[in-house]
């Protein structure tokens, strides 16, 4: 099992709306794909949203919720993360809206 989580940050998003939100955590496609889906906010030199999704497939997962973020315009100001085999420890970098940021070649 794997958690996938998207760091939305809302300022980094043209014309940013919270139905985004609600419609990337109801997306039909991922009922068969996911266990949980959570949603979390803060505040860390920013606002931030994170969605959490606990799959058991992410080879399968990561390729429709990359296509979601795209879709609903959110990933020009996300980064996404997947937990490895020693949780955080050896999570993968997945996609970051700074194309700088270093990313993992096989990306699962």
Known sequence: MAELVVQIQPQRVAAFRESAIEQLCATPAFAALI???S???G???GHYINVHFT???????WPALRQQLVRLGLQA?????????DGWNDYLL???YDPAQAREPSAL
């Open 77 to 85: 100001g996300s980064i996404v993360t997947c937990t490895g085999k």
């Open 94 to 96: 997945l996609h970051h």
């Open 55 to 61: 799959t058991d497939t992410p080879n399968d997962f």
């Open 35 to 37: 266990r949980d889906a």
């Open 39 to 41: 949603v979390t906010r």
């Open 43 to 45: 505040q860390d030199q």
